[in-house]
């Protein structure tokens, strides 16, 4: 099986102007790539749907390091969200 993609080149001027229309092309699979006096520097692609039509969780998986302790409770905003007993909480 041949899987063939098609992939326009425009402008930002036209892809400003035929914005509806680029999109429209976008949603029936092709893709588009679009250019600063005619060199290309990004790619407009359509999103694979899900069994749910709905857009897939995670799209930016791997791009950003997440520190280990990221979900984390932070102490000093538990305690200034909560109250704290101690008078360590610094003056407002």
Not at 10 to 29: L, M, P
Not at 60 to 84: I, V
């Amino acid at each position: 099986m041949t899987n063939i993609v098609t992939m326009k080149m425009v402008n930002i001027a036209e892809a400003k102007a035929k914005f509806s229309e680029i999109s429209r092309q976008v949603q029936n699979g092709e893709r588009i790539v679009l250019c600063k006096n005619n060199k290309p520097f990004a790619q407009i692609t359509p999103l694979k749907p899900t069994p749910e039509g709905k857009r897939p969780l995670g799209l930016a998986r791997g791009m950003m390091p997440l520190p280990k302790d990221f979900n984390e409770p932070d102490p000093q905003l538990e305690a200034d969200f909560y109250g704290n007993n101690s008078s360590e909480l610094p003056a407002r």
